[in-house]
C-alpha cells in the first residue's frame, strides 16, 4: 500500500478556533426541552393538524425524530391511530426507538416500538411506532389506506430511498380517500420546495437549528490512500489538538475495523503521556450493545473516535463531536441493467452530503471539518446532489409489490422523480423471466404468492419451488442464512487455522450445500457458543439466521404451505435453486475462468467459496462482487439440462446432440435487451389503460 501522508492543511474561510465547553449530563425532560424543535411545539401541533401534508427541514439532531412523534402523541392524536415514524435504516429505526422509550418511560415494545424486517417489537398498546420505510411500504400492499395510522411521517426523506420515494406516492393516494390522515416529511436539507410542491403545495416549516460554526481544511493535493489520510489525521489531531471527539466517515464494514485495528496498534505505541483515544466503530451490522456504546459521553481527560458509516451523516447523531474528517466516499448500490445485476460501488459524495458531514462537527461547539480531497474537487468534481435511489437500484421487488397492489400502470405512475425507462423493463423483464409476470404484465398467480415474502423476488421465487419439490425446510434454512451477515469469523492472527475449520463444512457441491451444512451442525449441537468458538463461527449472525427462519415458517403456514424436508436429497436442493437462480448461470472459460451465461461476462469463483479452485462446467450464484475483478459469491455447481428443465422459457441447448451431456451448451432463448423482447413489456402498459 502506497503511503501519502497528509502534510499541510488548505485553510479556508471560517477561522475560529474550536473552544470547548464541560460536558455535563442533564435530566431527560431537561434535555428534550433543550432541543431546538422544542421552541416550536406549538407551532407544529398546530400545523399538523391544519394540514394534512407537512414538510418539516430541521437540522440533524434538532430533534426531529425523537420529539414531533411524542409531541402529537402528547396531543392525543395517538389515540385516533399510531403514529407511525419510518426511517431508511433499519439501526436508526431501532436506536430511535430505544431512546424514545425511555424519554417516554417505558419498555421499547409498549407504547413505543419499532418494526423492521424479521423484528416485529410493537404490541396493541403501540402509540409510536417506528419502522424502516421499507416495512411500511410492505403495510401498504394488505393496507393501501394505512388505515391504523393516524399520522405517518415519512423521516430523512431527503435520502431519497426506493421505499421512501415508493411511499410519497402511496401515502399521496392514500390521503386522498383519508381527509384525516396526516403525512409528514421530514428533511435534513433544503430540497423543501420540491417535496412541498409534489405535495400539492403543502407549507413549508424550518426549525433553526442550534448550530456553530465548522472550519473547513482541504487536502492540499488529491490523497491517494483515503486510509492512510485518515489515519494520519486522527492522529494528528489527538496528538496536537484539544479535547473533542472525532467523527470519521468511511464506506463499510470491512474498512471501518480494519482502521480500528490499525489505529489501536499505533495508539499502544504513544505511551502514558497523551491522553486515552477510545476507538468506537459504527456500521448497521454491529450488535446494539455495541452501537450504544457510542452515545455514552466521553470521561474526562479522554478523547473518542468513531468510525461510521454515512448512517451518522444524518440518521445517527452523536454528541460531542468537535472534528470531522470525511475522505469524501461512500458506498452505495448501483444496479447496472445491462449486465443484470446490481453492485455495490465505492462513490465520491456529493456537494450535499459533504456539507451534511461537515455540518456534524457543530453540534456542540464551534468544530472543525478536515475533507481529505481537495478544494477544487469539492466545487469541481463533486455532483451537488446525491442521485435517487430509485434512479440507480434492482426495482423488481418494488415494481412486483406495486403490481400486487394492482398498480399496473408503471409509466403514469405519480413518481417525485421516475426511474428511468431501461431499469424499469429490466425490472419487469426480470420478473417475467421469474414467471411473476405474465406476457401483458399483469401479475401471475405464482407472482402474487412471490410478492407476499419480504425478499428478492429471485429468493421468493425458489422458496415456492421448493415447497413443489419437497424440500422446503431445507430451503428456508439456505435463504435465512442467504440474509444474514457472514457467518464465517476470520480473525487476522488466526486466519489460517479459521479456513481449515471453515473447510470442514465445505459441501463438495458448493456454499449453499456448506450454508446448510452449518445450520445444521449447530442445530445438532445445540445452538451452543462452544461449537461456534472451536469452529470460527458468528453465533450471534447464526441466531438471527434462525430467527429469520421462524419468520419465513411463519408466512409459510399462514400460506397454508406445507414444509418438508427432502432427507439429503442434495440433487433437488440444487435444482430447486435453479428455478430462481437460472438468470445467474456461468459456463466454465478457458480463458476467462467463468462467463455468465447471460451477457458473457468474465467472473472468477470468489475465493472465499467453497468451490474456489474446483472446475465444475456450469455454476449458479447469489451474486456477483466487484473487488480487484468480478466474482460471483454464493456460488453452487449445477447439470446444464436443469436450466432447460427449469428455464425452458428462458434457455435453449446450442448443441443438443453434443456427445457429453455435462458439456452441453446453453444459451439464453432471446438477447435479453433486444427490441422485440422489451416491446411487449411496455406495451403493457397500453393494455392495462385500456381495461
Ligand atoms: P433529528 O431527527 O432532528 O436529527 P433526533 O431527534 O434524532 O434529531 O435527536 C435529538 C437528540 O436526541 C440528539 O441530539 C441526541 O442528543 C439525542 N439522542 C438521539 N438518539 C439518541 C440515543 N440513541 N441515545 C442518546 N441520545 C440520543
Ligand atoms: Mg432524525
Known amino acids: ?166 411511499l410519497f406516492a402511496l401515502l399521496k393516494e392514500a390521503a386522498k380517500k383519508r381527509p384525516d390522515l396526516r403525512v409528514i416529511v421530514t428533511s435534513a436539507t433544503l430540497d423543501s420546495d420540491k417535496f412541498s410542491k409534489y405535495f400539492n403545495d403543502c407549507p413549508v416549516i424550518h426549525i433553526p437549528g442550534k448550530t456553530f460554526p465548522v472550519e473547513v481544511l482541504y487536502a492540499d493535493t488529491p490523497q491517494m490512500d483515503y486510509i492512510e489520510a485518515t489515519l494520519d489525521c486522527v492522529m494528528d489531531i489527538h496528538i496536537n489538538n484539544d479535547s473533542g471527539d472525532i467523527l470519521v466517515f468511511l464506506t463499510g464494514q470491512e474498512e471501518i475495523d480494519t482502521c480500528c485495528e490499525i ?51 444524518t440518521s445517527i447523531t452523536i454528541d460531542g463531536i468537535y472534528y470531522v474528517i470525511d475522505p469524501g466516499f461512500s458506498k452505495v448500490n448501483i444496479y447496472n441493467p445491462r449486465a443484470g445485476m446490481e453492485q455495490l460501488v465505492v462513490q465520491p459524495i456529493s456537494r450535499a452530503q459533504a456539507n451534511q458531514r461537515k455540518g456534524r462537527a457543530g453540534r456542540t461547539g464551534p468544530g472543525r471539518c478536515y475533507r481529505l480531497y481537495t478544494e477544487s474537487a469539492f466545487f469541481n468534481e463533486m455532483a451537488a446532489n446525491t442521485v435517487p435511489e430509485i434512479q440507480r437500484q434492482n426495482l423488481s421487488n418494488t415494481i412486483l409489490m406495486l403490481k400486487a397492489m394492482g398498480i399496473n400502470d408503471l409509466l403514469n405512475f405519480d413518481f417525485m422523480d421516475p426511474p428511468p425507462k431501461n431499469m424499469m423493463v429490466s425490472a419487469l423483464s426480470e420478473l417475467f423471466n421469474l414467471e411473476a409476470l405474465d406476457t401483458k404484465g399483469y401479475l401471475t398467480k405464482l407472482g402474487q404468492r412471490m410478492s407476499q415474502f419480504p425478499m428478492d423476488p429471485t429468493l421468493a421465487r425458489v422458496l415456492l419451488s421448493s415447497v413443489t419439490n419437497e424440500c422446503s425446510e431445507e430451503i428456508t434454512t439456505i435463504i435465512a442464512m442467504l440474509s444474514v451477515q457472514s457467518i464465517f469469523y476470520r480473525p487476522k492472527d488466526k486466519q489460517q487455522e ?59 403456514h399462514q400460506l397454508r404451505l406445507p414444509v418438508t424436508s427432502c432427507r439429503g436429497d442434495v440433487d433437488i436442493v440444487r435444482k430447486t435453486l435453479v428455478t430462481g437462480f437460472f438468470m445467474n448461470a456461468a459456463k466454465r472459460d478457458a480463458q476467462e475462468g467463468y462467463k455468465t451465461v447471460m451477457g458473457g461476462t468474465a467472473v472468477g469463483i470468489h475465493p472465499s467459496s467453497a468451490l474456489y479452485g474446483k472446475a465444475y462446467e456450469y455454476v449458479i450464484y447469489n451474486s456477483l462482487v466487484l473487488t480487484s475483478r468480478e466474482f460471483m459469491s454464493q456460488v453452487t455447481c449445477i447439470e446444464p439440462e436443469w436450466l432447460l428443465e427449469c428455464a425452458p422459457h428462458f434457455y435453449k441447448a446450442v448443441d443438443a446432440n453434443s456427445a457429453s451431456r455435462k458439456r452441453m451448451k446453453i444459451a439464453p432463448l432471446y438477447d435479453m435487451y433486444s427490441k422485440s423482447q422489451n416491446s411487449w413489456r411496455l406495451s403493457s402498459k397500453r393494455n392495462a389503460k385500456e381495461k
Open 498 to 556: 479459521a479456513d481449515r475449520r471453515k473447510a470442514r463444512f465445505h459441501h463438495p457441491y458448493g456454499d449453499h450445500l456448506t450454508l446448510l451444512n452449518v445450520y445444521t451442525q449447530w442445530e445438532n449441537a445445540g445452538s451452543n457458543d462452544q461449537f461456534c468458538d472451536l469452529n470460527f463461527l458468528q453465533g450471534r449472525h447464526l441466531k438471527k439466521a434462525r430467527d429469520v427462519k421462524k419468520q419465513i415458517l411463519t408466512i409459510v
Open 1 to 166: 500500500r502506497q503511503q501519502l501522508v497528509v502534510t499541510s492543511w488548505e485553510r479556508s474561510r471560517i477561522r475560529d478556533k474550536p473552544t470547548f465547553g464541560k460536558r455535563t449530563s442533564l435530566p431527560i425532560s431537561q434535555q428534550r426541552m433543550d432541543l431546538p424543535v422544542y421552541s416550536m411545539r406549538s407551532t407544529l401541533v398546530e400545523a399538523v393538524k391544519a394540514n394534512q401534508f407537512l414538510v418539516i427541514v430541521g437540522e440533524t439532531g434538532s430533534g426531529k425524530t425523537t420529539q414531533i412523534t411524542q409531541y402529537l402523541n402528547e396531543e392525543g392524536l395517538g389515540r385516533k391511530g399510531i403514529i407511525g415514524c419510518t426511517q431508511p435504516r433499519r439501526v436508526a429505526a431501532i436506536s430511535v426507538a430505544k431512546r424514545v422509550s425511555e424519554e417516554f418511560g417505558c419498555d421499547v415494545g409498549d407504547e413505543v416500538g419499532y418494526t423492521v424486517r424479521f423484528d416485529d417489537r410493537t404490541s396493541r398498546r403501540t402509540q409510536i411506532k417506528y419502522m424502516t420505510d421499507g416495512m411500511l411500504q410492505r403495510e401498504a400492499l394488505l393496507d393501501p389506506l394505512m388505515s391504523r395510522y393516524s399520522v405517518i411521517m415519512l423521516d430523512e426523506a431527503h435520502e431519497r430511498t426506493v421505499a421512501t420515494d415508493i
Open 263 to 313: 489505529l489501536y496498534e499505533r495508539v499502544k505505541t504513544l505511551g502514558d503521556a497523551i491522553g486515552e483515544l477510545i476507538i468506537l466503530p459504527i456500521y448497521s451490522a454491529l450488535p446494539s450493545e455495541v452501537q450504544s456504546k457510542i452515545f455514552e459521553p466521553t470521561p474526562e481527560g479522554s478523547r473518542k473516535v468513531v468510525f461510521a458509516t454515512n448512517i451518522a451523516e
